[in-house]
T-cell receptor, first 114, second 117 residues
């Protein structure tokens, strides 16, 4: 079935450096969601993008949805140790009988070196 | 999210044993899900339920079964546990906003870490 591919799998950055994770799909997505999972925690919803070319910001986090709605990115400016965790993108995938379910990418694990 | 609870939080069992993981929610959501998380593989959907009478298989349902006892309760069973079912299991809920499940925000429980020896 349709998958959302996420890269990189791991990223180690020095505190204060920027970080970007990318999510790609072979087909057009109606929407894309981003979640964050802190170490030892559970995924928590960050944002949903719906419109082509959409850009949304949450403090130091910038989320983009591509013009063709096949890719998305999450950019963190000046990382802090509180940004540590795994970031997942999630998009709809056909699950049969006319139903679409949310399918998660494999995630990007961010480590921040103080 | 404290509105979604899972029991037990940790479980160690032996191959061949029957195991039940339970999920309860006070969010009043109709839709509930069970996911499995393995290192490097992300979150994979096992089963989902849109209401008490609706149960659907997800990507990796083999070896698992579920029961939706009430709107607030959704349990996952491993009839005969095997070592490769060792994983972190998450329950999640979402509200039916009418735009399709793939646009719902999902709210995850704290997870159950299951080890099958």
């Amino acid at each position: 079935g349709q998958q959302v591919m996420q890269i990189p799998q791991y990223q180690h950055v020095q505190e204060g450096e920027d970080f970007t994770t990318y999510c790609n799909s072979s087909t057009t997505l109606s929407n894309i969601q981003w979640y964050k999972q802190r170490p030892g925690g559970h995924p928590v919803f960050l944002i949903q993008l719906v419109k082509s070319g959409e850009v949304k910001k949450q403090k130091r986090l910038t989320f983009q949805f591509g013009e063709a709605k096949k890719n998305s990115s999450l950019h963190i400016t000046a990382t802090q140790t509180t940004d540590v965790g795994t970031y997942f993108c999630a998009g709809p995938a056909y699950s049969g009988a006319g139903s679409y379910q949310l399918t998660f990418g494999k995630g990007t694990k961010l480590s921040v070196i103080p | 999210d404290a509105d979604v609870t899972q029991t037990p939080r940790n479980r160690i069992t032996k191959t061949g044993k029957r195991i039940m993981l339970e999920c309860s929610q006070t969010k009043g959501h109709d839709r509930m899900y069970w996911y499995r998380q393995d290192p490097g593989l992300g979150l994979r959907l096992i089963y989902y339920s849109f209401d008490v009478k609706d149960i659907n298989k997800g990507e990796i349902s083999d070896g698992y079964s579920v029961s939706r006892q009430a709107q607030a309760k959704f349990s996952l069973s491993l009839e005969s546990a095997i070592p490769n079912q060792t994983a972190l299991y998450f329950c999640a809920t979402s509200d039916n906003l009418g735009a399709g499940a793939a646009t719902d925000t999902q709210y995850f429980g704290p997870g159950t870490r299951l080890t099958v020896l």
